[in-house]
């Protein structure tokens, strides 16, 4: 059974950071497409970041871009992303998905993603 579980929200202040952790198991394979999700109340989930286990290629939306880095440890078989800068409009619930035996890096659907985790809140004040 692949389970997603997501740690490291919280609240910060603007120009802070934090790291969030996304730990995978319930499967063998290290070529999947892994990625970061984020819904906050009263929008549409969108993708923040992306990266393809098997080869290292990454996604970023551009709104994240320079501010944001995502990586993993295959060993460990997590998921990181590391959110440096954090704006007011960063706040929401941020999610870790996953498909797997996949190379769908730069897709930013929802969709096409088929686990999920339960997510962590990400607060930022101004």
């Known amino acids: 059974q692949v389970q997603l579980v997501?740690?490291?929200?919280?609240?910060?202040?603007?120009?802070?950071?934090?790291?969030?952790?996304?730990?995978?198991?319930?499967?063998?394979?290290?070529r999947n497409s892994m990625a970061?999700?984020?819904?906050?109340?009263?929008?549409?989930?969108?993708a923040v970041a992306g990266i393809y286990t098997g080869g290292g290629s990454t996604?970023?939306?551009?709104?994240?871009?320079?501010?944001?880095t995502i990586s993993q440890d295959n060993?460990?078989?997590t998921v990181?992303?590391?959110?440096?800068?954090l704006?007011?409009?960063d706040t929401g619930m941020y999610y870790c998905a996953a498909a797997l035996n996949?190379?769908?890096?730069?897709?930013?659907r929802p969709e096409f993603y088929g686990y999920?985790?339960?997510g962590t809140q990400v607060t930022v004040s101004s």
Do not use: H, T
């Open 6 to 30: 997501e740690s490291g929200g919280g609240s910060v202040q603007a120009g802070g950071s934090l790291r969030l952790s996304c730990a995978a198991s319930g499967y063998s394979s290290n």
């Open 36 to 46: 970061w999700f984020r819904q906050a109340p009263g929008k549409e989930r969108e």
């Open 59 to 68: 996604y970023y939306a551009p709104s994240v871009k320079g501010r944001f």
């Open 75 to 77: 060993a460990k078989n």
């Open 80 to 85: 990181y992303l590391q959110m440096d800068s």
């Open 87 to 89: 704006k007011p409009e």
């Open 102 to 108: 996949s190379n769908i890096v730069g897709i930013a």
């Open 116 to 118: 999920w985790g339960q």
